[in-house]
């Protein structure tokens, strides 16, 4: 069964850290994997898309890397601010599905 | 980049009444789209995958009488929730990929209808 799970499901730090959010998925023939941002009770809003031929994407205070042999990817976030403060969700599209299979996400509180 | 529209964003509603929800894509075409549910602080789950002119394809557990899927168009999908129940309640988001499946292939994702049934 193809599965995403996230780890931790919650994390607290103060401002200023910097911090790294986990990703894990059990099938490596992917065609790519999203990271997203939701603010409660919003949409999505798509951080980071990683095809499956690269090894990471950079976006501002945001690096995302994939390691498919492993089946994991990691979202680190530099100088977390409390403007980050949201819940932050894996997504993989597995090969042979178009549909993305999302983890639980992990919920972020950056204090100031 | 690409947009997703949804519309209602909020809709409150009574038992035994149907809503319709629409999922738009804006620039851009869209053979397949997908709706999702997602219950307070919980992840997202498929519920079905709505096909442009044939039937959709529904995820297992998930009532195909009960949620309707249209597709009748490139840009648009609509699910109606038939008599709708307070376990109904629920955020209910839509995507819908670009390109094919492979390494053009990227999905969007609508901001979501907040459904309350009463």
């Known amino acids: 069964k193809q599965e995403v799970t996230q780890i931790p499901a919650a994390l607290s730090v103060p401002e200023g850290e910097n911090l790294v959010l986990n990703c894990s998925f059990t099938?490596?023939?992917?065609?790519?994997l999203q990271w997203f941002r939701q603010d409660p009770g919003k949409g999505l809003t798509s951080l980071l898309l990683?095809?499956?031929?690269?090894r990471e994407q950079t976006s501002g205070r945001l690096n995302a890397s994939l390691d498919k042999s492993s089946g994991r990817s990691t979202l680190y976030i530099a100088a977390s601010q409390p403007g980050d403060s949201a819940t932050y969700l894996c997504?993989?599209?597995?090969?042979?599905?178009?549909?993305?299979?999302f983890g639980q996400g992990t919920r972020l509180t950056i204090n100031p | 980049g690409a947009v997703v529209s949804q519309h209602p964003s909020w809709v409150i509603c009574k038992s035994g009444t149907s809503v319709k929800i629409e999922c738009r894509s804006l620039?851009?075409?869209?053979?397949?789209m997908f709706w999702y549910r997602q219950f307070p602080k919980q992840s997202l789950m498929l519920m079905a995958t709505?096909?442009?002119?044939?039937?959709?394809?529904?995820e297992q557990g998930v009532e195909k009488d009960k949620f309707l899927i249209n597709h009748a168009s490139l840009t648009l999908s609509t699910l109606t929730v038939t008599s709708a129940h307070p376990e109904d309640s629920s955020f209910y988001i839509c995507?819908?990929?670009?390109?094919?499946?492979?390494?053009?292939?990227?999905?969007?994702f609508g901001p979501g209808t907040r459904l309350t049934v009463t």
């Open positions: 995507s819908a990929p670009t390109g094919t499946s492979g390494t053009n292939y990227e999905q969007y």
């Open positions: 990683i095809q499956s031929s690269q």
């Open positions: 709505s096909n442009e002119g044939s039937k959709a394809t529904y």
């Open positions: 620039d851009f075409q869209a053979t397949t």
């Open positions: 099938d490596s023939a992917i065609y790519n």
């Open positions: 997504a993989v599209a597995f090969q042979g599905a178009q549909k993305l299979v």
